[in-house]
């Protein structure tokens, strides 16, 4: 991590440092702080005379090695700590929950415009809704492009901000085009590495974020901030990252339950913990009690599936999707778990 003598490098003195990581097979990557910028070095950064070099340029006051393989998200780099609001709620000061439909079904779109407003009344700070949907089995409903009209109209109409999953490079650009303001990368793109670079690039000095799940299959946590981190050294980092429940199944629940890792995840990294019970446990009786599992281990927010009618729903809104009347209950309870969870 390259800290420069004055708060930034000028273009000059960044196209000399560029020059020099180059000769290395490494990039620079900027990252823009509140007082002032550093520079994460990607790529095998392992040469002492890389170091060396860049160390003895005047303008640089000193050069930090970061211990783990992940530069731009590591604690340690704190500069590189995005500030995300939702509803006037800042992510990691405040709890945010995210709520909506698993999928919009674009031919009754007055069920998510419905649920939209009442979620706003029950107190949710943003909107999910799927426009596109992985699904098994290839003949369930995959989803529409043409809900994403849904969705924006119900951003409109809320002033809620709204949260949709993509899944390939072209639903990427439609929602970057259309001002999605967080893109979801689900269990099953968790480790599409090409894709989260895509993404990175993509949103890259726009004011959109990222919320990566954990891959249904993924093993230690550091995996799973190295698949933030190919978002983030492309060029944006305004991540959030998302326990959502991993295989095997519970016997009992979807997923196996997970999390009680956010505590691990923010030991290693400043990235905001948004955990998703829906997934986890995967029935509605159990969602409200996972939610509070999760703020009492310390997430900054939950994504919860919600519908104003379960049984109406695409997806897995009929058996995971909670009414926003719960939800209404549920919301308070959630903030007062987080509240007393910070104390420890």
Same mark, same amino acid.
């Given at each position: 991590?390259?800290?420069?003598?004055?708060?930034?490098?000028?273009?000059?003195?960044?196209?000399?440092?560029?020059?020099?990581?180059?000769?290395?097979?490494?990039?620079?990557?900027?990252?823009?702080?509140?007082?002032?910028?550093?520079?994460?070095?990607?790529?095998?950064?392992?040469?002492?005379?890389?170091?060396?070099?860049?160390?003895?340029?005047?303008?640089?006051?000193?050069?930090?090695?970061?211990?783990?393989?992940?530069?731009?998200?590591?604690?340690?780099?704190?500069?590189?700590?995005?500030?995300?609001?939702?509803?006037?709620?800042?992510?990691?000061?405040?709890?945010?929950?995210?709520?909506?439909?698993?999928?919009?079904?674009?031919?009754?779109?007055?069920?998510?415009?419905?649920?939209?407003?009442?979620?706003?009344?029950?107190?949710?700070?943003?909107?999910?809704?799927?426009?596109?949907?992985?699904?098994?089995?290839?003949?369930?409903?995959?989803?529409?492009?043409?809900?994403?009209?849904?969705?924006?109209?119900?951003?409109?109409?809320?002033?809620? +901000?709204?949260?949709?999953?993509?899944?390939?490079?072209?639903?990427?650009?439609?929602?970057?085009?259309?001002?999605?303001?967080?893109? +979801?990368?689900?269990?099953?793109?968790?480790?599409?590495?090409?894709?989260?670079? +895509?993404?990175?690039?993509?949103?890259?000095?726009?004011?959109?974020?990222?919320?990566?799940?954990?891959?249904?299959?993924?093993?230690?946590?550091?995996?799973?901030?190295?698949?933030?981190?190919?978002?983030?050294?492309?060029?944006?980092?305004?991540?959030?990252?998302?326990?959502?429940?991993?295989?095997?199944?519970?016997?009992?629940?979807?997923?196996?339950?997970?999390?009680?890792?956010?505590?691990?995840?923010?030991?290693?990294?400043?990235?905001?913990?948004?955990?998703?019970?829906?997934?986890?446990?995967?029935?509605?009786?159990?969602?409200?009690?996972?939610?509070?599992?999760?703020?009492?281990?310390?997430?900054?927010?939950?994504?919860?599936?919600?519908?104003?009618?379960?049984?109406?729903?695409?997806?897995?809104?009929?058996?995971?999707?909670?009414?926003?009347?719960?939800?209404?209950?549920?919301?308070?309870?959630?903030?007062?778990?987080?509240?007393?969870?910070?104390?420890?």
């Amino acid at each position: 991590m390259i800290i420069p003598q004055k708060d930034k490098l000028s273009q000059e003195e960044l196209a000399t440092v560029e020059a020099i990581a180059a000769e290395f097979n490494c990039t620079i990557r900027p990252i823009v702080g509140h007082g002032m910028s550093v520079y994460a070095i990607i790529g095998d950064e392992t040469s002492q005379l890389l170091f060396n070099r860049i160390e003895g340029l005047p303008f640089v006051r000193r050069v930090d090695r970061i211990q783990v393989p992940y530069k731009v998200l590591s604690k340690d780099n704190s500069s590189g700590k995005p500030t995300l609001k939702f509803n006037g709620k800042e992510l990691g000061k405040d709890f945010v929950v995210f709520g909506g439909h698993c999928a919009i079904d674009p031919e009754n779109p007055n069920l998510f415009i419905d649920t939209a407003h009442a979620l706003k009344e029950a107190g949710v700070d943003a909107l999910r809704g799927g426009v596109w949907k992985p699904r098994t089995s290839p003949y369930a409903f995959q989803g529409d492009a043409k809900a994403i009209d849904v969705l924006l109209r119900a951003r409109e109409e809320t002033g809620l +901000q709204i949260i949709t999953e993509v899944m390939e490079y072209e639903e990427v650009r439609l929602c970057v085009d259309s001002g999605v303001d967080v893109l +979801q990368v689900g269990a099953r793109n968790a480790l599409n590495y090409r894709l989260l670079t +895509q993404i990175g690039l993509l949103t890259k000095d726009k004011d959109i974020a990222v919320l990566l799940k954990r891959s249904i299959h993924m093993g230690p946590v550091d995996e799973m901030i190295l698949a933030a981190e190919y978002i983030a050294g492309s060029g944006n980092n305004n991540i959030m990252l998302c326990p959502r429940g991993t295989a095997p199944a519970m016997n009992g629940y979807r997923n196996h339950p997970d999390e009680s890792i956010t505590q691990l995840i923010k030991e290693r990294t400043w990235a905001p913990v948004v955990v998703d019970p829906s997934h986890a446990v995967g029935k509605a009786a159990y969602v409200p009690k996972a939610a509070l599992a999760a703020a009492a281990y310390g997430a900054d927010g939950v994504i919860i599936e919600s519908h104003c009618n379960p049984m109406k729903g695409t997806g897995d809104d009929p058996k995971q999707a909670v009414t926003p009347q719960v939800m209404a209950e549920l919301i308070p309870a959630l903030r007062a778990v987080a509240e007393q969870s910070r104390k420890f």
